[in-house]
């Protein structure tokens, strides 16, 4: 099952925006109280296993910017369903091979997109928006995709931590009931850590917490928990050393050399204690919530990954929705927590939410996958970073900018114009200084190279008024522009100029006849055309205006058509 996209209708503040996740890892960025938070719960909403989580506060759509009360709150998955779902489906749908809805459910193939909602505002139901299926199908589909749905895991960096202690109530030994809220969580947790120990003397293992109660002696329950460690050390702790490792600096301020242990303080009470053993190999013992904050949160993030009861056989195909992650983390700990986040979304999708330059490093980051959240008279909506039309003075953009180390912005102000190299800039500085054409205000840019440019459209993007990249109507030129497609979404072609796109394969040499070639190579005693361009320019400056003004009619139409088709 693949989620194309998500749509989100008259969630809170949300009148209608959409979160495509055409990339694994989706940044979205904003100014705080923007929405992202929001965006983020909306999207929570889709897993039903998650209803209680935080006491479901995130299932409360109401827009409290408005007295109205909020009508017609979907969130809407846009899915394909893969071969094995096609396969699953039929047959989970116990359905006669011929009957109507079999064959309705044959129709389906994985290039069909299903249209997969949750009606916050009706029942809090989930449907099937397809028109063209009947009733019943609609009904088989809906409960096969709630079933199969991608696990969602969020982690709020603020308010989502470990508890002090995990108390169960005193009758789950024999009725096996959990809590509510923020203690749930951690309930099913431990309930997993002790199914995954396979441990020994404990038969029915799904019922492992239930069996280790029921466990009378104090020395084989400590036993039990002993070989609990080793499970946590090896799941936890060696994942800890490895981050740690691996970068040039600590990944936080907090030793390596630590142990995990579960303890049952008393009854059905349970805490996660840490042992640190740095000082001299003696013995320390702690709560996990009296470690560095970057231990905290690694572990409460390593935990809900490993040991939920959600995420077991199959550990990817999931939804990861991060709020604010690694804030407690230093820079290079968060250069390094992106690393981490880039290598859990290569079998997952991750969508979090951030401030930070530093998990926006370009080198992990496509551009194109930023999103930015903007909030204008209390309706929040969400704009890729390549179509962005918000205020950009408001300070929305500035992890952007600071992750592509942009420090001086002012060549970019106005309007601008990137040419895909240095020749092309001085085929349009001679014309500029010496026809006004294009127009002296216009800051003209070279670029180095026609896939070498992302930085300069990333500036011009943030400063400019507007701007165009101007390409040769070659090979090169048109896979730049995929490119950059790619890296800032497909509207960006908008701001892309092809030279000349009727005439196949024209370059900026073409511009020139043989007539002007052979006056420019007698000046500038160059042995190319493109060479003797900048000579011309910077060494011949008072031969410029004459060899402008005797151009052949067709050239200057030529030289014309590109300038005025740029269109700045």
């Not at 693949?2 to 969630?11: A, F, L, P, R, V």
Request: a neutral charge.
């Amino acid at each position: 099952m693949h989620i194309k996209s998500i749509e989100i209708q008259n969630y809170r503040a949300i009148r209608n925006l959409n979160v495509p996740l055409n990339y694994s890892i989706n940044p979205i960025i904003g100014i705080n109280e923007s929405g992202k938070t929001s965006i983020l719960k909306a999207i929570l909403c889709l897993d039903k296993g998650r209803d209680k989580y935080n006491k479901g506060e995130h299932l409360e759509y109401q827009n409290k910017y408005s007295t109205r009360d909020t009508t017609d709150c979907k969130i809407i998955a846009s899915l394909k369903l893969d071969n094995d779902d096609l396969t699953n489906l039929k047959v989970n749908s116990k359905i006669n091979t011929g009957s109507e809805n079999y064959e309705e459910l044959s129709s389906i193939d994985n290039d069909l997109i299903i249209h997969y909602a949750r009606v916050l505002s009706k029942d809090k139901k989930f449907t099937i928006l397809n028109d063209n299926f009947s009733d019943e199908t609609k009904r088989k589909l809906t409960r096969y995709i709630q079933n199969n749905f991608p696990v969602i895991l969020y982690f709020d960096d603020f308010t989502d931590r470990v508890p002090e202690e995990v108390t169960f109530s005193d009758s789950y030994s024999t009725d096996g009931k959990l809590g509510r809220g923020n203690q749930r969580e951690w309930q099913q947790i431990i309930e997993e850590i002790l199914k995954r120990s396979e441990l020994e003397g404990i038969d029915d293992h799904e019922k492992a917490l239930q069996n280790y109660l029921k466990v009378e002696d104090r020395d084989r329950r400590q036993d039990i928990l002993s070989d609990i460690e080793d499970v946590l050390n090896h799941e936890i702790i060696e994942e800890w050393k490895k981050v740690k490792q691996r970068g040039k600096v600590n990944f936080a301020d907090d030793s390596e050399n630590l142990l995990l242990e579960l303890v049952n303080v008393e009854g059905n009470k349970f805490q996660f204690k840490v042992r640190d053993t740095s000082n001299e190999n003696r013995r320390r013992t702690f709560n996990v919530n009296e470690r560095s904050k970057g231990f905290q949160w690694f572990f409460n993030y390593m935990i809900k990954l490993k040991f939920n009861p959600r995420y077991t056989l199959k550990q990817e195909n999931s939804i990861f929705l991060l709020d604010e992650p690694g804030s407690y983390l230093h820079s290079s700990a968060q250069t390094e927590l992106l690393k981490e986040l880039k290598s859990v979304s290569e079998k997952n999708t991750i969508i979090y939410c951030t401030h930070s330059q530093f998990l926006l490093n370009p080198e992990d980051i496509k551009l194109g996958s930023i999103k930015i959240a903007n909030k204008v008279k209390s309706d929040i909506s969400l704009q890729l970073f390549g179509e962005y039309n918000g205020d950009r003075t408001s300070g929305a953009l500035s992890p952007i900018y600071q992750a592509l180390q942009i420090s001086n912005a002012s060549d970019f102000a106005g309007d601008v114009i990137i040419t895909e190299g240095i020749t092309d800039y001085y085929v349009l500085k001679m014309t500029q200084n010496y026809w006004n054409y294009p127009k002296k205000e216009t800051k003209i840019i070279p670029g180095s190279g026609a896939g070498n440019s992302t930085t300069l459209i990333s500036f011009a993007l943030g400063f400019s008024n507007s701007f165009k990249v101007v390409f040769d109507n070659d090979r090169a030129g048109l896979n730049a522009i995929k490119k950059y497609k790619k890296e800032f979404g497909e509207t960006i072609e908008r701001n892309f100029y092809l030279y000349h796109r009727d005439k196949r394969n024209f370059k900026l040499e073409n511009h020139f006849g043989p007539k002007e070639e052979k006056e420019i190579l007698k000046i500038t005693k160059a042995d190319t055309l493109k060479k003797s361009i900048p000579i011309l320019y910077l060494d011949y400056p008072e031969k410029v205006e004459v060899f402008l003004n005797t151009m052949s009619e067709k050239t200057k139409s030529l030289i014309g058509i590109t300038i005025n088709e740029i269109g700045i």
